[in-house]
């Protein structure tokens, strides 16, 4: 490690790799709409208050998910570097830089279990367009538990995986831009044809209203936190994924620009997701669920009684995969950086080795949802959700933390790097050195001592 700091102060990247100026915005809308915005989004917006709840979180995604995303991308296009490395490059202080890379082993633990999920979206696309999830009187809850409790979970995420580190190990221009250049348009039109359809099926109002219906009562201080925690998660903020793409992204580009184009994108996606979800689910009389409940039960029940539910259905999983793999390619990134520039490794044997390591620790998570771990309990928890639990709700905080006290304090040049002046510089760093790490920590500490939110 010493030897890679002295030749290179923190190790920047030698052949610089470089997005250009559209393949930057759509690899990141790419990462930031994932399975977050297909179904917790819609999801959280109609249990805490429809339109209520989505003003809110336009208002969290504004004031303090923005900002933090523009300081993330600085960061990595200031510092040049990985996601330890930038934070070293821009100070000279090895302190940051071990705060930094505390974000790769994040983005290392979420790669492991995001994987797994990501693959069920695999065979359920199968099942959908094979007639698999559509015979009489089937039990969807069982069916998903037996699945789970499989081993093809394990097959699944190991194509993930291989399909992931391939993209990763072809480079930024070559892979990770060309994926996303082809996957986003064809994942709009995909969630354009869905949202006709969903709207247009008898009932479809109902849906509509428990998404959108403003509901001022159901607002509570409990609902700020779960609109900020689901505004950074939704944006891939706290692990280092946004300053790694930005550390590819050109000198003239603006940032500015590219935040307001990411944080519509990824408003927008989850929007159209629950005029698609809710009409569908309410039209045949069935209830929203949560989280795997919605997305992998309700659904697929909803689906098999639809004309032509077969193909709808499988257009669905298509766009669960879609969202899942543009994001898994964003997070292989960041620990794939760090190993290229910290040991020296080729792009293709970091991919190989990252994506290898992430399977083999995705395996316990895998099996732990229904499968033969699931009676393994560590604190009451199985080991799925400690990986879910240890990142959303500790290790992104601090990221988080990490990023705001950075630029508002340590960096002293962050607004000539983010193109800001004058009033646009001044609110940028109230929010970054007050407002933000203050809700961010107010986060953490519900999440930690009363309930994750
Ligand atoms: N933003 C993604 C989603 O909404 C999840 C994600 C988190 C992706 C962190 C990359 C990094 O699902």
């Known amino acids: 490690m010493r030897k890679s700091s002295s030749n290179s102060p923190g190790g920047s990247l030698k052949k610089a790799e470089r997005f250009s100026s559209s393949g930057f915005i759509l690899a990141a809308i790419g990462s930031s709409v994932g399975l977050g915005n297909m179904w917790k989004f819609p999801y959280i917006t109609g249990e805490h208050g429809g339109a209520a709840f989505f003003l809110l979180f336009i208002v969290c995604l504004i004031a303090v998910g923005l900002p933090v995303l523009l300081a993330e991308m600085t960061i990595g296009r200031g510092g040049r570097g990985n996601a330890a490395t930038s934070l070293f490059n821009l100070t000279g202080n ?21 994987a797994v999920v990501a693959g069920w979206t695999f065979q359920y696309t199968l099942d959908s367009l094979t007639g698999g999830l559509s015979h009489k009187g089937m039990d969807y809850e069982a069916h998903f ?19 992931s580190g391939y993209v990763v190990a072809r480079g930024i221009s070559g892979g990770i831009e060309k994926f996303n250049k082809i996957l986003i348009p064809g994942f709009l039109i995909i969630l354009l044809i869905l949202m006709v359809r969903s709207l247009t099926l008898p009932g479809a109002s109902a849906g509509v209203e428990f998404f959108l219906k403003p509901d001022f009562a159901k607002l ?16 891939s903020l706290g692990m280092g994924c946004m300053l790694t793409y930005g550390s590819y992204v050109k000198k003239e580009q603006s940032l500015g620009k590219a935040t307001i184009a990411i944080g519509i994108g990824d408003l ?17 009389g069935l209830q929203p669920d ?36 543009t ?30 390591v992430c399977f083999v620790l995705g395996i316990p998570a895998a099996l732990s949802v229904t499968g033969s771990l699931s009676g393994f309990l560590i604190f009451g928890k199985t080991v799925f959700d400690w990986f879910d639990f240890s990142t959303a709700y500790l290790l992104m905080p601090i990221g988080g933390l ?3 006290l950075f630029t508002g304090y340590a960096w002293k040049r962050a607004g000539e790097e983010a193109g800001l002046t004058g009033f646009w510089y001044k609110a940028w760093m109230v929010t970054l050195r007050y407002v933000a790490p203050l809700l961010i920590l107010v986060v953490l500490l519900y999440s930690l001592f009363v309930k994750p939110v």
Do not use: C
Not at 106 to 111: H, S, Y
């Open 94 to 114: 090895k302190y940051w830089k071990w705060f930094g890379a505390l974000s790769v082993l994040t983005a290392f633990l979420i790669m492991s279990y995001y």
């Open 145 to 163: 538990n037996d699945f789970a409790g499989g081993l093809m979970p394990i097959f699944w995420q190991a194509a993930v995986m291989l399909i």
């Open 220 to 235: 509570d201080s409990e609902s700020v936190l779960v609109a900020l925690g689901h505004a950074f998660f939704s944006l």
């Open 268 to 284: 927008g996606y989850a929007f159209i997701a629950g005029l698609i979800i809710f009409p569908t689910v309410f039209s045949y």
């Open 290 to 325: 949560k989280g795997v409940g919605l997305a992998f039960m309700a659904l697929p029940a909803a689906f098999s009684q639809m004309p032509f539910g077969a193909f709808f259905g499988g257009l669905f999983f298509i766009l669960l995969a879609i969202a899942a793999l």
């Open 327 to 356: 994001s898994a390619v964003s997070i292989l990134e960041v620990p794939v950086a760090f190993a290229m520039t910290q040991w020296k490794w080729s792009r293709r044997k970091a991919a190989a080795i990252v994506a290898s």
């Open 402 to 404: 990490v990023v705001t």
